[in-house]
């Protein structure tokens, strides 16, 4: 009896080695086609900004739309705001997943990362920038990373400000709206 238990035993165990490490890659390595999974929203390009995030294309009715709108403060800041359609901001924390008009805008100056934003206003401090002219740039990102796009271009706006000798003198522009 003992002898037929131990058998069954050592087959089971078997088995269970044999099955368990069948979906187990060789190497370990992940296709990289297997980095961006995929969504029901949209379609993921090879496009990508200089950041090298993906573009995730959506039809250009009901797609995530920005305005910006930066002037100077009294204190020789800039306050930035930003205007929406068909977007809303995501929790920090939310699950790496593109979810129909969710993520966050994340705030260039001259095409230098400054700040991700959850909340559609943002203050860069007096003296961030130099005398001339910079290009202020927010960008539109679902949460899995991806840059939201219509007809190949990333959903986007600019503004272009002058920043001036520290007299607390400043000038704007503003692009047109969404």
């Not at 230098?112 to 990102?141: F, N």
Request: glycine share 12%.
């Amino acid at each position: 009896m003992s002898w037929s238990r131990g058998a069954v035993a050592a087959l089971a165990v078997s088995v269970l080695l044999l099955t368990g490490s069948a979906g187990c890659g060789s190497d370990g390595a992940q296709d990289p086609g297997d980095l961006l999974s995929p969504s029901p929203v949209g379609k993921v390009l090879a496009d990508t900004d200089l950041d090298g995030r993906h573009y995730r294309e959506v039809d250009a009715k009901g797609a995530p739309a920005v305005g910006l709108e930066v002037q100077p403060d009294a204190d020789g800041g800039w306050d930035v705001r930003l205007k929406l359609a068909n977007f809303r901001f995501s929790p920090d924390g939310v699950k790496a997943r593109a979810v129909t008009g969710r993520g966050l805008a994340r705030l260039y100056v001259d095409e230098r990362a400054v700040a991700d934003l959850r909340t559609p206003s943002y203050r860069i401090p007096a003296g961030y920038l130099p005398h001339g002219t910079h290009q202020v740039t927010v960008r539109l990102y679902a949460d899995d990373g991806t840059v939201w796009a219509v007809d190949g271009e990333a959903v986007e706006s600019t503004a272009d400000i002058t920043a001036s000798e520290p007299s607390g003198e400043a000038t704007w522009s503003s692009p047109s709206e969404p």
